[in-house]
């Protein structure tokens, strides 16, 4: 069975603070995911990262998958309340049957 | 891009009827869709995985005979709820992956309260 452990679970900050999500897997993917979830709304995927040691920027939001594919961060600079939200990683591989593995998600809230 | 529909985003019924839930692919094939099913501040709970033209894979522990799921179509699945009690009521979503790739693209989700 795949685990990809997401830290934290809950983080509140205030506006225009740093912040970064971890996840965390003994097993290799080929790929890995990040999404933002509202509330009752579907996920909205923020990038897939596929090479090892890959950096991807988006705005303010930085991605990192480690070298070995096992784990990612998500690093936020100067946050915003329109941050806030369900942060969720999600690892794929090839031998999954297709299926990704979910990390338990991170609940942000930036105040403002 | 990759935008996947769900419909209908929510819907109330009485216990003992059946709800039929649909995913679409509109602009993209998608050999693989999945079903979730997530409760409140919590993560995805996988259901199952429907694989166009052939039967569903259920994860353990969940019933198939009361979670339907029909992909008839490369641009669409459907799940149907039957014989729905109160404890079924939930957040569901679908995801679909493109033919080749293997990031899923999800709905928007669908709410059922089942009275």
């Known amino acids: 069975t795949q685990l990809l452990e997401q830290s934290p679970q809950f983080l509140s900050i205030q506006e225009g603070e740093n912040l970064t999500v971890y996840c965390n897997s003994s097993?290799?993917?080929?790929?890995l995911q990040w999404y933002r979830q509202e509330p009752g709304e579907g996920p909205v995927l923020l990038v897939t990262?596929?090479?090892?040691?890959e950096v991807k920027k988006l705005k303010r939001l930085t991605f990192q998958f480690g070298d070995a594919r096992k784990d990612s961060s998500l690093h936020i600079t100067a946050a915003q309340p329109g941050d806030t939200g369900l942060y969720l990683c999600a690892g794929a591989t090839w031998t999954n049957a297709g299926k990704s593995t979910f990390g338990d998600g991170t609940t942000l809230t930036v105040k403002p | 891009g990759a935008v996947v529909s769900q419909h209908p985003s929510w819907v109330i019924c009485k216990s003992g009827t059946s709800v039929k839930i649909e995913c679409r692919s509109l602009?993209?094939?998608?050999?693989?869709m999945f079903w979730y099913r997530q409760f409140p501040k919590q993560s995805l709970m996988l259901m199952a995985t429907?694989?166009?033209?052939?039967?569903?894979?259920?994860e353990q522990g969940v019933e198939k005979d009361k979670f339907l799921i029909n992909h008839a179509s490369l641009t669409l699945s459907t799940l149907t709820v039957t014989s729905a009690h109160p404890e079924d009521s939930s957040f569901y979503i679908c995801s679909a992956r493109m033919v080749r790739g293997d990031t899923q693209y999800f709905g928007p989700g669908t709410r059922l309260t089942v009275l």
């Open positions: 097993s290799v993917f080929s790929s």
């Open positions: 429907s694989n166009e033209g052939s039967k569903a894979t259920y």
């Open positions: 602009d993209f094939q998608a050999t693989t």
């Open positions: 990262v596929v090479t090892g040691g």
